[in-house]
């Protein structure tokens, strides 16, 4: 079946370190990848994807490669800011599937 | 409104009650998700519709659970005799189309439901 597992939160970082957020998945056939972010107060919203092996979605800063041989995803940012504060969702859609499977959020709080 | 709207934002409801949660979709969204999301769980598919087709269901957790929507718009999520394991945030999302080529679900702010 689809499932994700993503790091486990919270995850406390001062400003200007380097992020990562791990998530591994495990997939039927050939699933596309994704990384959400829920501001606070916010909806969850899309931040990147790859819809297959060796891509890398990018944005804000953020990016993640689609590791098949690893069946990983994982977040990285370089220098993190406080406006970067929210929860990570991890997701993939697997072939075929009508709706997106999530990891369970990672919560990233950026400290000046 | 620019956005996926749901209501209510909060509520409070004793076991055995009935609750029904509302989503407007963004104009021109032809596809609607139900998801749940426990303390501390990720999101759980609860059910899809897409335009007029027979909505796929197979998150529904039991039959207590229902949902309807109006042609392409306002959905109605229905959990009847409400237990206190259905506490949860409810998510409403809404995309383009039937597939998810681009993965771009526009999510709600959530219906946080507390069953005493």
Redesign the interface.
């Known amino acids: 079946g689809n499932s994700?597992t993503q790091m486990e939160g919270p995850v406390t970082l001062s400003e200007e370190a380097f992020l990562t957020i791990n998530c591994t998945y495990t997939a039927t056939g050939y699933p596309?990848l994704?990384w959400?972010v829920?501001y606070p107060?916010?909806?969850?919203?899309?931040l990147l994807?790859a819809?297959k092996a060796d891509d890398k979605g990018s944005n804000k800063g953020f990016e993640a490669t689609y590791r098949k041989e690893t069946t990983s995803f994982h977040l990285e940012k370089g220098s993190v800011q406080v406006s970067d504060s929210a929860v990570y969702?991890c997701?993939l859609?697997g072939g075929g599937?009508?709706?997106?499977?999530?990891?369970?959020?990672t919560r990233l709080t950026v400290i000046p | 409104g620019a956005?996926?709207s749901q209501s209510p934002s909060n509520k409070v409801t004793e076991k055995g009650k009935d609750v029904e949660l509302r989503c407007d979709p963004i104009s021109g969204h032809t596809a609607l998700?139900w998801?749940r999301q426990r303390l501390?769980?990720?999101?759980e598919?609860l059910i899809?519709f897409?335009g007029n087709s027979a909505p796929?269901k197979s998150?529904l957790p039991s039959d207590r659970f229902s949902a309807e929507r109006t042609g392409e718009s306002v959905s109605t999520l229905t959990i009847q005799r409400t237990q206190q394991e259905d506490s949860a945030v409810y998510?409403c999302?809404s995309s383009l189309g039937g597939g998810?080529s681009?993965?771009?679900?526009?999510?709600?702010?959530?219906s946080r439901l507390t069953v005493l």
Request: charged share 10%; no cysteine.
């Open positions: 994700v596309s994704f959400y829920q107060g916010e909806g969850l919203q899309l994807k819809t969702f997701a859609r599937a009508n709706n997106l499977f999530f990891g369970t959020g | 956005g996926v998700y998801y501390g769980q990720g999101l598919f899809y897409q796929d998150g998510l999302a998810l681009t993965g771009e679900l526009f999510f709600g702010e959530g």
